[in-house]
């Protein structure tokens, strides 16, 4: 089973403002172009969306629900249930991200997207994320919540591709090695 980070951040590496908000963050689609940065082709070959809980108490107040049909597990370990106003693709597990990525290959699940700050950094520290696609947004945001955090080891990526788009928006993607 493939995992995948894909996910945009200030140039100082954060993908949201200490208090959660995004406001500093470009819609998923340019509103003059449609250039969506590969957007809707990317979510097109994921099964399901892994998110931590407070990445889903952010997107469950976006109106209208972001992901469509799409199969989506919150990962937390307070929640004992999921709101009953959240979509009935919404599935709540407290497993580690190696019960998780067992569980899900077992399923059949072929490609997952993996989402939150805190979710990515514990699935990198487990060696359970193979690609990341990490859009900079040309912006400092000074403090926030951070993409990447404290590793036991290093992490050894490989640089696949940058694309760069005329609005300053600038994408790059990395295989990690193992
Ligand atoms: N810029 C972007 O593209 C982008 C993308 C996604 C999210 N965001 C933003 O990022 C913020 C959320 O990121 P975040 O780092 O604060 O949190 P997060 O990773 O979304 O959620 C962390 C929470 O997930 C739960 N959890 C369960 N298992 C976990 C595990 N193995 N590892 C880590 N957490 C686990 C815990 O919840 P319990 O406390 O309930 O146990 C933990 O507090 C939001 O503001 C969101 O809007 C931005």
């Known amino acids: 089973m493939k995992t995948t980070v894909y996910i945009a951040t200030s140039l100082d590496g954060f993908i949201a403002r200490e208090n959660g908000d995004l406001d500093w963050l470009p819609g998923i689609e340019d509103a003059e172009t449609g250039e969506d940065y590969g957007y809707k082709a990317f979510m097109d070959s994921v099964d399901v969306l892994v998110m931590g809980r407070n990445t889903y108490e952010i997107v469950s107040s976006f109106d209208p629900w972001p992901y469509g049909d799409k199969r989506v597990i919150v990962l937390s370990r307070t929640l004992t249930q999921i709101p009953e106003k959240a979509p009935k693709t919404v599935e709540l597990r407290s497993s580690s991200p190696v019960e998780l990525v067992n569980e899900?290959?077992?399923?059949?699940?072929?490609?997952?997207?993996?989402?939150?700050?805190?979710?990515?950094?514990?699935?990198?520290?487990?060696?359970?994320?193979?690609?990341?696609?990490?859009?900079?947004?040309?912006?400092?945001?000074?403090?926030?919540?951070?993409?990447?955090?404290?590793?036991?080891?290093?992490?050894?990526?490989?640089?696949?591709?940058?694309?760069?788009?005329?609005?300053?928006?600038?994408?790059?993607?990395?295989?990690?090695?193992?």
Do not use: C
Request: proline share 4%; glycine share 12%; aromatic share 6%.
């Open 104 to 178: 899900l290959r077992e399923a059949g699940v072929g490609h997952a997207y993996i989402d939150g700050g805190k979710v990515i950094q514990s699935f990198l520290n487990a060696g359970l994320i193979q690609e990341m696609i990490i859009t900079r947004i040309p912006v400092l945001i000074g403090s926030g919540i951070p993409l990447f955090g404290p590793l036991a080891q290093d992490v050894a990526l490989q640089h696949v591709e940058t694309l760069s788009y005329a609005n300053g928006l600038v994408q790059s993607k990395y295989r990690v090695l193992a």
